[in-house]
């Protein structure tokens, strides 16, 4: 298909925004609505209403009940994941103000299904983030961001991970087996900072805060080059400050 120019009107599809309108229709009524209803919503013929409910019926995307058309999975699916891209952006901004009001890089990870994931990351070219040389997932041990989220875990599900994924040394600063592991994880003291120093990348320390909504742990975190440590706890303290004015809505965030 040849690019459009400058000044072409954009080539629509008629059927396509007629079945949009019919989704629309069906949105509005949490209830259901017939389809003579949302054919008049839609400002659609009954010919053309009724062929495109059945492809929409039949494709997932309405269901009927009770002689009443609703949306069905399909349009929930595509609702649901609107949805998360608008918290994803949320916690993106939030990320973004911070990183650029305290000058460090600026880390959001979760502990999902009994995984580390590391949601969203702001930095800058002069101030970049750590580079994931060893995988994140694997390596909770060695970093602030997994030792935060391990430490608001049950002792079972700590050992599970571990049995997973074991401990291994990637600097002489890591950690050398399980057993002292564990041991760091039940010394920490509750919703309180997680430092490390070099243990994931030499010449780089992290600080991690927990964050735990419900089941879920988060962890908000940052990272300074070891020559500058000494930025490391007050930006630590800032971004506990800045934490609280948002922490409603970046907790509402954590479920995407």
């Not at 349009?75 to 000058?103: K, V």
């Amino acid at each position: 298909m040849p690019p459009d120019h400058a000044g072409t009107a954009p080539t629509l599809i008629g059927s396509v925004q007629r079945a949009m309108r019919l989704l629309e229709a069906a949105a509005s009524h949490p209830d259901g609505a017939p389809p003579k209803q949302l054919a008049r919503e839609a400002g659609l013929a009954l010919p053309t209403a009724y062929h495109l409910l059945r492809t929409l019926t039949y494709e997932g995307y309405l269901r009927r009940r009770k002689g009443l058309l609703v949306l069905g999975g399909a349009a929930e699916r595509l609702g649901a994941g609107g949805a998360r891209q608008s918290r994803r952006g949320t916690i993106d901004e939030a990320l973004a103000h911070w990183h650029e009001l305290i000058g460090v890089p600026v880390y959001f990870a979760v502990y999902r299904e009994g995984e580390i994931e590391l949601v969203s990351v702001a930095d800058s070219p002069d101030n970049p983030a750590v580079e994931e040389w060893a995988d994140f997932k694997e390596t909770g041990h060695a970093h602030a961001i997994g030792q935060c989220l391990l430490s608001q875990l049950g002792t079972e599900a700590r050992r599970d991970h571990l049995d997973r994924y074991p401990v291994r040394s990637l600097t002489r600063y890591s950690v050398r087996d399980d057993r002292t592991f564990l041991r760091r994880l039940d010394a920490v003291e509750r919703m309180r900072p997680v430092v490390e120093h070099q243990e994931y990348a030499l010449g780089t320390v992290c600080a991690a805060l927990p964050i735990t909504v419900g089941d879920t742990a988060a962890t908000l975190a940052i990272s300074v080059p070891s020559h500058q440590a000494d930025r490391l706890l007050p930006a630590v303290r800032t971004l506990q400050r800045e934490l609280g004015k948002l922490l409603g809505t970046l907790t509402f965030s954590i479920s995407i």
